[in-house]
């Protein structure tokens, strides 16, 4: 009965690979998004999807690329990984866009060798 | 831009005392504020959601409170426990713009209860 879940928990790779994190809920919301925890704990948006339509973007580099297949999914792609995209990144979902609580996923912790 | 700052940084007590968290944010544009909590390795669970026109939420010994006009929000722990041990984020969504919708976070109030 996980409400957001995230694959895979941990993810270790070399510098260069591309990799993708999936993100699933089940609590039938119209919204997703994606947030990086840097290593001082600091949380930042990077993108956010309604209904399947990006309506954030927060400057990220190219190398990321969110992609929505329906309303239940916001996966995320790195290519290119660099040392300084070692981070958790947390998945998030909200009924709808503005006022809305929103969940989170237990993380993924990226770390680039 | 939206700015969070949550103070203090860390916060030490021992078990039963009442203590406040306090976040502070720069745009009072604000749809609603939510409180979290992160436990080591874990991810974020949502505690308290106000929205702007809302002045306070309650959930058992939890208490936050909103002043939109001055920026400001307090986070009232009663009673506190040793499982209670954390960090504490406050966050807020900003209203109109290209920021619709997203969530701006404070850097956190790690919270210790020692018995």
């Known amino acids: 009965d996980t409400a957001v879940s995230q694959t895979p928990k941990y993810l270790v790779t070399q510098m260069g690979n591309d990799k993708s994190i999936k993100c699933e809920q089940n609590?039938?919301?119209?919204?997703m998004y994606w947030y990086k925890q840097d290593s001082k704990k600091f949380l930042k948006i990077m993108f956010s999807?309604?209904?399947?339509?990006?309506?954030i973007n927060e400057t990220v580099p190219n190398r990321f690329s969110p992609k929505s297949p329906d309303k239940a999914h916001l996966n995320l792609h790195i290519n290119s990984l660099e040392l300084g995209d070692s981070a958790v990144y947390f998945c998030?979902?909200?009924?709808?866009?503005?006022?809305?609580?929103?969940?989170f996923g237990p993380g993924t912790r990226l770390t680039v060798l | 831009k939206q700015e969070v700052t949550q103070i203090p940084a860390a916060l030490s007590v021992p078990e039963g005392e009442n203590l406040v968290l306090n976040c502070s944010f720069t745009?009072?544009?604000?749809?609603?504020l939510q409180w979290f909590r992160q436990d080591p390795g874990k991810g974020l669970t949502s505690l308290l959601l106000?929205?702007?026109?809302?002045r306070e939420q309650t959930s058992g010994r939890l208490n936050a409170s909103l002043d939109k006009s001055s920026g400001r929000s307090t986070l009232y722990i009663a009673a506190s426990q040793p499982g209670d041990s954390a960090t504490y984020l406050c966050?807020?969504?900003?209203?109109?713009?290209?920021?619709?919708?997203?969530?701006?976070f404070g850097q956190g109030t790690i919270l210790t209860v020692h018995p």
């Open positions: 998030a979902s909200s009924h709808f866009v503005g006022a809305n609580e929103q969940f």
């Open positions: 745009d009072s544009a604000i749809y609603n």
């Open positions: 106000i929205q702007s026109s809302q």
């Open positions: 966050a807020v969504v900003d209203a109109g713009g290209t920021s619709y919708g997203k969530l701006t």
């Open positions: 609590l039938g919301h119209d919204t």
């Open positions: 999807y309604n209904n399947k339509e990006l309506i």
